[in-house]
């Protein structure tokens, strides 16, 4: 080659900025009698009557390619889910692609409407792949940072400031991964509002919508002229203990959705056909075992958040998800300073804060998807790190 | 009688680890720890947790194997007090875990805990197949306990995720 491979490599690549988790996570994999709460997913096995449909399946031979949408059973089973869990109506037909993760949905809904230039609202602190997805598709990401002090919630007029000629799309997080914070109804509508005053489109990522703890959830497209404005993303990762699968879906207006579904057929064909069986039963017979997970999830936030308090570390009682976001200041340490002291002295792997964007410093992320027994033991050793401090 | 959402969700923490700290409990229920042990207190006088146990795999200590048999017993109830007088003459033996009353082709399901299978051997035609209303009996031996009360005995549960991840 003439040239340096480096060279070849598109510049919007070169230029993402590598994930801040990478780091610790080499470090972690590398210890030995690590309790990780760094993990960003369910610690149950999927249910065995989903594995064993998806067995079925394949004992019956449903290996070949589905429609570019999805099989057009689970379609429907997903707007029935839709409308049962969050009242809100989509057409199976037209309005709903299954994806390959909540992942896949994100990055079909930005470059089915970023033009070159167009800019997105990111609320950070955020998962790390919006900003990213967002560059990679030519569009420019915009930060909003939401704060502590608040929970971590959305204020309408943040968004207000951040708004230019250029932007056209916000993404949306309830409950929030990395903050657990969820929004309620009221405070979706004040959003509403900014979003339909500045004409923008809201794609609103409600991979967590199952794990919500203490108050009814609000769907965003649910808020009164929200739907036609809302590119809607959810999936079976989080509440169905389903990462590994890699199943998610879109649901979006019919112009949206076909945009969408003109990339998908493209760049992926469908999603995983076992995978598909797999969801359907997840959907037709899945709520118990979901209820039974979010009822054991809630008890171990309940725990480890009272716990994290009581050792200092000032938490609010996140809604939803499975993460609890503490505040460290109070030991003048830096997230990153804090993670790596943590794990290197006493074994527990968390987080920082910072990889989730800038309001992010001073915060460290805490999954208790953990059993209880090794959530007792993070908090003995967590103790003990403090007091040394 | 009716439980409160806390008393319930105590019984069900409970019958999954009799053995959590009650301060662990407490903070899951989000309640203090004088008021969780109240609740637990009254749940034991009312006899609605009975008792705590473990559940042993005795196959892994030598010399107390021991041997199960589940019984079908066939009997004739007897006017004014049904099966009830034959349960209990049954269910009083010490050897006897379990004692059940059936729809079906049986009566009774007694579940026999013994050393061996000669001591059941005996149990069966000497105190149970002897009783006036006892017309017959079907024993079968537990070769293999899977799963018990719930618990999956050899379980290969380790997490299988990877360190971290976003
Ligand atoms: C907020 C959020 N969105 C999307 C995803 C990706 O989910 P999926 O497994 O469906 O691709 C995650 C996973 O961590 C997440 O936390």
Redesign the interface.
């Known amino acids: 080659m003439t040239r340096a491979t480096k060279t070849y490599l598109s510049e919007t690549v070169v230029n993402l900025k590598p994930?801040g988790?990478r780091r610790?996570?080499d470090l972690?994999?590398s210890m030995e009698g690590?309790i990780?709460l760094?993990?960003?997913?369910p610690?149950f096995?999927t249910s065995w009557s989903v594995r064993e449909a998806c067995i079925l399946s394949l004992e019956q031979g449903y290996t070949s390619y589905t429609a570019n949408a999805g099989l057009l059973e689970l379609r429907e089973e997903i707007a029935a889910y839709l409308s049962r869990r969050f009242h809100v109506e989509y057409a199976p037909e037209t309005e709903i692609i299954v994806t390959v993760g909540a992942s896949q949905a994100i990055d079909l809904a930005l470059r089915a409407i970023i033009n070159p230039g167009d800019e997105v609202i990111v609320v950070e602190p955020s998962?790390?792949?919006y900003a990213p997805l967002v560059s990679l598709a030519g569009g420019v990401p915009v930060s909003v940072q939401t704060d502590g002090k608040q929970e971590f919630k959305l204020q309408p007029e943040q968004i207000e400031k951040a708004i230019t000629s250029r932007t056209k799309a916000m993404i949306l997080c309830s409950p929030n991964?990395p903050t657990g914070t969820v929004l309620n109804r009221r405070e979706l509508e004040a959003i509403g509002a900014i979003v339909q005053k500045h004409d923008l489109i809201v794609i609103s990522d409600e991979i967590y919508a199952e794990l919500v703890y203490d108050e009814p959830y609000t769907s965003f497209p649910a808020i009164p002229h929200m739907q036609e404005r809302t590119i809607l993303v959810n999936g079976f990762s989080k509440g169905f203990a389903m990462t590994g699968w890699r199943l998610g879906f879109v649901a979006a207006p019919k112009e949206f959705a076909q945009a969408i579904l003109k990339i998908h057929q493209y760049a992926m064909m469908c999603a995983p056909t076992m995978a598909q069986y797999g969801a359907i039963e997840a959907l037709k017979n899945g709520d118990n075992d979901v209820e039974e997970m979010k009822?054991s999830y809630r008890?171990?936030r309940?725990?480890f958040v009272?716990?994290l308090n009581e050792m200092g570390l000032s938490c609010h009682l996140p809604g939803g998800a499975f993460y609890a976001f503490p505040s460290i200041k109070a030991t003048g340490l830096t997230s990153e300073q804090f993670a790596e002291q943590l794990l290197l002295e006493e074994k527990v792997?968390v987080?920082p804060g910072s990889v989730f964007g800038k309001s992010g410093e001073g915060y460290i992320r805490c999954s208790y998807a953990s059993s209880?027994e090794q959530l007792?033991e993070a908090v003995k050793r967590m103790k003990r790190f403090l007091a040394r401090l | 009688m009716k439980l409160t959402d806390k008393e319930l969700?105590v019984v069900?923490?409970l019958s999954k680890?009799a053995r959590?700290p009650l301060e662990?409990i407490a903070?899951?229920?989000?309640l203090s720890i004088e008021e969780t042990e109240q609740i637990v207190r009254k749940l034991e006088e009312e006899k609605v947790i009975v008792q705590y146990a473990a559940i042993v795999d005795w196959r892994k200590i030598d010399g107390h194997e021991g041997v199960t048999a589940m019984i079908d017993v066939k009997v004739t109830p007897k006017r004014g007090v049904g099966f009830d007088e034959v349960a209990e003459r049954i269910y009083r033996f010490p050897e006897v875990k379990s004692v059940y009353l059936m729809s079906g082709a049986y009566d009774l399901s007694v579940v026999i805990e013994g050393r061996s299978m000669s001591e059941i051997a005996k149990f069966v035609s000497e105190k149970l197949s002897t009783l006036d209303s006892v017309i017959s009996t079907t024993t079968h031996f537990i070769l293999k306990k899977y799963k018990h009360d719930g618990t999956v005995f050899e379980q290969g549960?380790q997490?299988?995720?990877?360190?971290?991840?976003?």
């Open positions: 994930s988790i610790f996570f972690a994999a690590v990780s760094g993990v960003g997913e610690d096995v998962f790390v792949s991964n009822k008890r171990r309940n725990y009272q716990s792997a987080v209880l007792q | 969700e069900e923490i680890n959590l662990t903070k899951m229920v989000s549960d997490d299988k995720r990877i360190v971290m991840s976003p």
